[in-house]
């Protein structure tokens, strides 16, 4: 199994994740500032099923490689770092997108509420990259079963989203109006985030380092 200060690390880098607008909070947002709570929430179990798609396509897929090549253990952890500091650039950008700026949706029933919300994270690309180029960081075949590892960190990955995503939807709209009325706060959030993803990303880099 994962130890637990890289599963305790793995939990801050989920964290920030979610916390970086994308497909994923800018939908969930919009949906609960235009058709409520209740539709804000089926629209999240949606998004939970696909994080389950892209979990176990990466759990197989990640322990099928790294049996056949060594080598993309090496690859994919430098693919990670690379990719934190794409998100933390995504978040200190001049003219960053804020989840808070929710767009207009039509009203759809619950099925489509839960199907909207399982496309969006399936085809969501970050979710993809954070999967296939972050899991490595924290999987190693010396740990035991990469299979194991991979679906204990993404159960750590979805627990962490749903309690975040959840808080969202049920205080979307007071947060938006929140963050009209203190625009500043906005650009502190970003900052902060794409600071910490930069650290994340040297982090990860420094350690590959030192065991090579």
């Known amino acids: 199994m994962v130890p637990v200060n890289d599963w305790l ?3 801050g880098a989920a964290l920030l994740m979610v916390l ?4 994923n909070m800018i939908y969930l947002i919009s949906r609960s500032i235009c058709q409520g709570r209740r539709a804000g929430v089926i629209s999240l179990f949606g998004v939970m099923a696909g994080f389950l798609v892209h979990m176990f396509a990466a759990a197989v897929g990640m322990t099928a490689l790294f049996l056949a090549i060594p080598l993309a253990y090496d690859v994919l952890k430098w693919a990670g770092a690379v990719y934190l500091l794409y998100l933390a650039w995504q978040a200190v950008k001049p003219g960053a997108q804020s989840a808070f700026e929710a767009r207009q949706l039509p009203g759809d029933r619950p099925s489509r509420l839960f199907l909207m919300g399982f496309l969006t994270n399936v085809l969501n690309p970050k979710i993809a990259i954070f999967y296939l180029a972050i899991f490595p960081q924290f999987v190693s075949p010396e740990h035991g079963s990469v299979l194991l590892q991979s679906i204990q960190l993404g159960l750590t990955q979805i627990s962490v989203s749903f309690t975040v995503n959840l808080t969202l939807a049920l205080s979307a709209g007071g947060l938006a109006a929140w963050f009209v009325r203190n625009p500043r706060w906005l650009a502190v959030q970003r900052y902060f985030m794409g600071f910490v993803l930069a650290g ?11 065991a090579a």
């Open 200 to 210: 994340l990303a040297v982090r990860l880099v420094s350690e590959q380092r030192r």
């Open 9 to 11: 690390l793995f939990a």
């Open 20 to 23: 970086t607008p994308g497909p």
